[in-house]
T-cell receptor, first 112, second 115 residues
Framework: DQQVKQNSPSLSVQEGRISILNCDYTNSMFDYFLWYKKYPAEGPTFLIS?????DKNEDGRFTVFLNKSAKHLSLHIVPSQPGDSAVYFC???????????FGKGTMLLVSP | DSGVTQTPKHLITATGQRVTLRCSPRSGDLSVYWYQQSLDQGLQFLIH???????AKGNILERFSAQQFPDLHSELNLSSLELGDSALYFC??????????????FGSGTRLTVV
């Protein structure tokens, strides 16, 4: 039973345009949602997070939106740059849980 | 460099063998987490240790075991290896017993190939 789902295995975007990566979850007890970025041959690195009591969090070119009623979150990257090409993982933390639950990831390719 | 060190980076071994993966957490972090990433799979949680004690278990096979030592480094032991155990194994660390709002810090992983 996958509690965090990223239904798009890949996404291609042109440089300068917006990239939108989506994530759905099923567990209403999750209290924090996180996005990680992973380059080949490296471990995932933390990108941005959002508390379940908020609906938006922004950090430079990256914005995460949370829609609790739909159990959906999205990561917007504006403008997209070729260096953003990586695998993006959505993750969630359950209140009282010690671990993060990850989605399968979406590979983003930003072309010049 | 994330500060989380995993060794070895690559490991090739035969079916039926046993291997040990090692992780040194970031300085000051007391929690160590192990995750497995197989082909077409996300990061699957295996096990979590906090200050030497097991705190949570995920989908970890009985053939796999782990421990965290007094110096806080951790080892993941994989035995009776099967072809399907071929995967990237990540270690991550965090300060507290629960993942913080910024999550964990991951190492660069150990790629295990079972032939």
């Amino acid at each position: 039973d996958q509690q965090v789902k990223q239904n798009s295995p890949s996404l291609s975007v042109q440089e300068g345009r917006i990239s939108i990566l989506n994530c759905d979850y099923t567990n209403s007890m999750f209290d924090y949602f996180l996005w990680y970025k992973k380059y080949p041959a490296e471990g995932p690195t933390f990108l941005i997070s959002i508390s379940s009591i908020k609906d938006k969090n922004e950090d430079g070119r990256f914005t995460v939106f949370l829609n609790k009623s739909a159990k959906h979150l999205s990561l917007h990257i504006v403008p997209s740059q070729p260096g953003d090409s990586a695998v993006y993982f959505c993750a969630a933390r359950g209140s009282g849980y010690s671990t993060l639950t990850f989605g399968k990831g979406t590979m983003l390719l930003v072309s010049p | 460099d994330s500060g989380v060190t995993q060794t070895p980076k690559h490991l090739i071994t035969a079916t039926g063998q046993r291997v040990t993966l090692r992780c040194s957490p970031r300085s000051g972090d007391l929690s160590v987490y192990w995750y497995q990433q197989s082909l077409d799979q996300g990061l699957q949680f295996l096990i979590h240790y906090y200050n030497g004690e097991e705190r949570a278990k995920g989908n970890i096979l009985e053939r796999f075991s782990a421990q965290q030592f007094p110096d806080l480094h951790s080892e993941l032991n994989l035995s009776s290896l099967e072809l399907g155990d071929s995967a990237l194994y990540f270690c991550a660390s965090s300060v507290g017993v629960q993942a913080a709002a910024y999550g964990y810090t991951f190492g660069s992983g150990t790629r295990l190939t079972v032939v």
